[in-house]
């Protein structure tokens, strides 16, 4: 899940423990929005990408982001060896990260 968060007076972010912010996570900064494009979180603006995509295609890509992760919380609590294999895969996706920083 992507998590927003508005009327913030200091930078926030809620990567539920998670080492450093995940790309496409959204802040918001004394109003501003901002989104981690993979190194550093950039404000998004009126004239930026967002224009050029429809507000419906949006909320439609996030109640799908949204349900994705709800049903892999499930299978990682009804399955351990799941839950060891996501584990892994984020360790190994940050490695492989970092890297390449």
Known sequence: MIPVRT???IPYTNNGGRAGAVAGEV???????QVYDGSAF??????????????????E??????EHELRE?????Q???FAKAKENYEMIRRLVENELA
């Open 79 to 81: 399955f351990p060896a």
């Open 27 to 33: 802040i918001a900064i004394n109003g501003q929005l």
């Open 42 to 59: 950039v404000p998004v603006h009126a004239t930026s990408w967002v224009d050029s995509i429809e507000l419906g295609t949006v909320v």
């Open 7 to 9: 009327h913030i007076q």
């Open 73 to 77: 919380e499930e299978m990682a609590r």
């Open 61 to 66: 890509w996030a109640k799908q982001k949204m």
